[in-house]
């Protein structure tokens, strides 16, 4: 159950360290022939996300800060389960760790 936000937009969730905040992709509900599927049928969400916002990178043994390796508006693939709910009106968002993400798709 993702927790109901008390912010207007998403734009006020500045993730933190190597936090990734991202959109999951919405499954098709409609066929390209017309035909409706059943919430059932879509209920498992799609592993591709776009990337909505990073935090500055968390610090390594040394003290230095290591970058996350995703930016704004790249096309992710996460695993199926996983990441931390944010819902924002009808909207719904996800914070995974940077080391969560499976690849970086490039098209």
Same mark, same amino acid.
């Given at each position: 159950?993702?927790?109901?936000? @008390?912010?207007?937009?998403?734009?006020?969730?500045?993730?933190? %360290?190597? #936090?990734? %905040?991202?959109? #999951?992709?919405?499954?098709? @509900?409609?066929?390209?022939?017309?035909?409706? =599927?059943?919430?059932?049928?879509?209920?498992?969400?799609?592993?591709?996300?776009?990337? !909505?916002?990073?935090?500055?990178?968390?610090?390594?043994?040394?003290?230095?800060? #290591?970058?996350?390796?995703?930016?704004?508006?790249?096309?992710?693939?996460?695993?199926?389960?996983?990441?931390?709910? !944010?819902?924002?009106? *009808?909207?719904?968002?996800?914070?995974?760790?940077?080391? *969560? !993400? =499976?690849?970086?798709?490039? *098209?």
């Amino acid at each position: 159950q993702a927790a109901q936000a @008390t912010f207007k937009s998403i734009k006020a969730v500045v993730p933190l %360290l190597d #936090r990734v %905040l991202v959109r #999951r992709f919405k499954p098709e @509900t409609k066929t390209t022939s017309g035909i409706i =599927l059943p919430s059932s049928a879509t209920s498992s969400p799609l592993p591709e996300a776009t990337v !909505i916002a990073t935090g500055p990178g968390a610090p390594d043994k040394t003290g230095a800060v #290591r970058p996350v390796s995703v930016q704004a508006g790249d096309r992710v693939l996460l695993p199926g389960w996983g990441g931390s709910p !944010i819902k924002v009106g *009808e909207e719904e968002y996800f914070l995974f760790r940077d080391s *969560e !993400i =499976l690849a970086k798709i490039q *098209e």
